[in-house]
């Protein structure tokens, strides 16, 4: 027996000092955080595989402080001065963290998932002109209308049918037509059918698995060699959307349409960046993921927070009452309470709110008074941003006067630092490229949905509980649904 216990407590021994060791060479060892994020990332990863990131890391920061180290790699941070330096535009910003390549894993980096500043910026310059705002409304703006219109008259026909409707359904068929039609000149047509395309059953499996193989690359490497439908929907589905991007692209061009995103896009490589054609399916593939939950989502949780306040209701519905059906997305941008309502939504639910990543520059970087060592990877949530109290007052309350002018003597009046904050599109040179598109459809889609249905109500499925923001990359409803009574 002796030996035998002598051996137990040298391997307790050696462990205990490999355990100190880590601790001690962990170049975040003074930072706060729990003891266990010294040594592992485990409960990090389980929080994001039960789709509950962004509130498990928001529980540390109200526990540790802005700054708090969350895996034996990893900071968070939640100091908006801290985030305007590391997400500065230009020299001195952090770059993305590969984590993003990982999220999307479809073999070229695209302009979402590109480390470097100069690549970036070269591509997004490409985009710039079919993503700008003249160009939208110039081209396509009728064409979202369209979409909406069909997805409001959708909603009334079944609403009559089964006296509730599930509006985060037809707002997912809109988005997903709109993003088609607008990328490649065709369209899923669920708005029409009334069905979800095998695309979009795809897509939202896909999401899952994309967030869950970020975290674990070996689940995702295992998970497409197990031929079993719901693995490869989960893992695999990367190479699905890539060849219906490539499909849509030959027909577009064989089509000879020129008004296309994606051909305005071709036109101008054309005159500079030589963008070969698996870089415009890959691009494809992730515009179309940009486009489709993330617009649906938004708008079903801007409804749904309307509806949920009966008076907020009645004067939007005042608001735009003298809007006439020919209204263009230009005769809302400047309706006060419509935006306000909609900055408001996009603070408590925008459709993002979870980690953005970055990695320390070379030599290191000093923000809050901590060093921190090149190589690291710095996180920012806009989940804790935007319900930081010290920037926005009851900052779990939706209050849409935050946003209105006249209201300097309000204890809501938004400071140029809480105005900094407020990031629902990101932040810096890598700011969603496709917001132009999406504020003309939260516009146009609050609009039609409260003319057509002024006294729409939220149906008894549709609980605070259901609509719990679950996160997997995205948020979405943890009951996957959002039932209206019109």
Known sequence: MFPYTTSLLLLALSLSAVTLLQYLRNPLYHLPGPWYTHFTSLPLKLATLSGRRIYFVHSLHQKYGPYVRISPSEVAVNDVKAFKQIHRIGSGG????????????????????????????????????????????????????????????????????????????????????????????????????????????????????????????????????????????????????????????????????????????????????????????????????????????????????????????????EELSGIAEDAKDSDLEHLQLLNATIEEALRLYGALPGGLPRVAPHGGSKIGGYQIPEGTTVTTQTYSLHRDAELFPDPERFVVSRWMPGNENSKYHLSDLAKAAFSPWGAGSRTCLGLHIAYTELRLAALLFLQAFPEAKIAPSTTEKSMEMENFFLIRPAGHKCEVEL
Not at 116 to 143: P, Q, Y
Not at 227 to 236: G, K
Not at 264 to 285: F, P, Q
């Open 94 to 317: 952090f770059e993305k963290s590969t984590w993003y390549r990982d999220l999307l894993a479809i073999g070229r980096p695209i302009l979402f998932t590109m480390v470097g500043h100069k690549d970036h910026g070269a591509r997004r310059r490409l985009f710039a002109k079919a993503f700008s705002k003249s160009n939208i409304r110039n081209n396509w703006e009728d064409s979202i209308k369209e979409k909406i219109e069909l997805a409001v008259r959708g909603m009334g026909a079944e609403a009559a049918r089964e006296e509730k409707v599930d509006m985060l359904r037809w707002w997912t068929f809109m988005a997903s037509d709109a993003s088609a039609h607008l990328m490649f000149g065709e369209s899923f047509h669920t708005l029409e059918s009334g069905e979800e395309s095998e695309y979009l059953q795809r897509l939202q499996t896909g999401l899952v698995g994309m967030g869950s193989g970020a975290e674990f690359p070996l689940m995702r490497t295992i998970g497409r060699w197990i031929p079993l439908q719901i693995s490869q929907r989960l893992f695999a589905v990367n190479g699905y959307l890539l060849d219906y991007a490539n499909t849509a692209m030959v027909n577009m061009r064989s089509k000879g349409d020129g008004k296309t995103i994606f051909a305005t896009i071709a036109a101008e490589a054309e005159k500079g960046e030589n963008l070969r054609d698996i870089d415009v399916h890959c691009e494809a593939t992730g515009l179309m993921i940009a486009g489709t939950d993330t617009t649906a989502i938004t708008i079903t949780y801007l409804i749904w927070a309307i509806l949920k306040q009966p008076d907020l209701r009645r004067d939007l519905c």
